[in-house]
């Protein structure tokens, strides 16, 4: 089975700054998507990332704060720009199941942990 | 708006005992339904996927149910073992764009 992997698995960072995460998927896949999962909340849908094409945003989140890259069908990245304490969360991507020859199933990293101080 | 809720919010049980994890709807028009467990720095595990037109998937000890027209899934455990402390997450997929609409999860602690 496909694994997908992420880096950095956790970070601490100070207000103001940038963190870019990145995903990796070793199996080539349409779509990824971009999780976010606040202290003690479920996962909330930042964006969905097609190869080729512009990320599409959920309502609450803007292509400013959290820019999107899909440069090949196997990688994305995330990254959280201009960073307050609210966005401390642990931040995961997804991608269809290709591999499985089920795409109705999404797998996930095992996320990002991310503090802003 | 679609809304998935999820009860309880934390169970605690001894090992051995057969359990069932809710998780409910606001709409009946949905695409499928999948039920993730997620542990403690390792993100999500796929464990079953209902799609729309069936009632329900089983596999080893874990059985989900669907039943749409109560707006309302099921993941029933059998003989629960202390591996099984995680928290059960359902999310539901309203149609064919992959989004997922999670609750807000289950918190499950078996004790030796």
């Known amino acids: 089975s496909a694994v997908i992997s992420q880096k950095p698995s956790r970070d601490i960072c100070q207000r103001g700054t940038s963190l870019t995460i990145q995903c990796q998927v070793d199996?080539?896949?349409?779509?990824m998507f971009w999780y976010r999962q606040q202290p003690g909340q479920s996962l909330t849908l930042i964006a969905t990332?097609?190869?080729?094409?512009?990320?599409?945003?959920e309502s609450g989140f803007v292509i400013d704060k959290f820019p999107i890259s899909r440069p090949n069908l196997t990688f994305s990245t995330l990254t959280v720009s201009n960073m307050s304490p609210e966005d401390s969360s642990i931040y995961l991507c997804?991608?269809?199941?290709?591999?499985?020859?089920?795409?109705?199933?999404?797998?996930f990293g095992p996320g990002t942990r991310l503090t802003v101080l | 708006k679609q809304e998935v809720t999820q009860i309880p919010a934390a169970l605690s049980v001894p090992e051995g005992e057969n359990l069932v994890l809710n998780c409910s709807f606001t709409d009946s028009a949905i695409y499928n339904l999948q039920w993730f467990r997620q542990d403690p720095g390792k993100g999500l595990t796929s464990l079953l996927l209902i799609q729309s037109s069936q009632r329900e998937q089983t596999s080893g000890r874990l059985n989900a149910s669907l039943d749409k027209s109560s707006g309302r899934s099921t993941l029933y455990i059998a003989a629960s073992q202390p591996g099984d402390s995680a928290t059960y997450l359902c999310?539901?997929?309203?149609?064919?764009?992959?989004?997922?609409?999670f609750g807000s999860g289950t918190r499950l602690l078996v004790r030796p």
């Open positions: 990332a097609n190869q080729g094409s512009e990320a599409t945003y």
């Open positions: 997804s991608a269809e199941g290709v591999w499985t020859g089920n795409t109705d199933t999404q797998y």
């Open positions: 999310a539901m997929q309203a149609d064919s764009s992959y989004k997922l609409i």
């Open positions: 199996s080539q896949v349409t779509m």
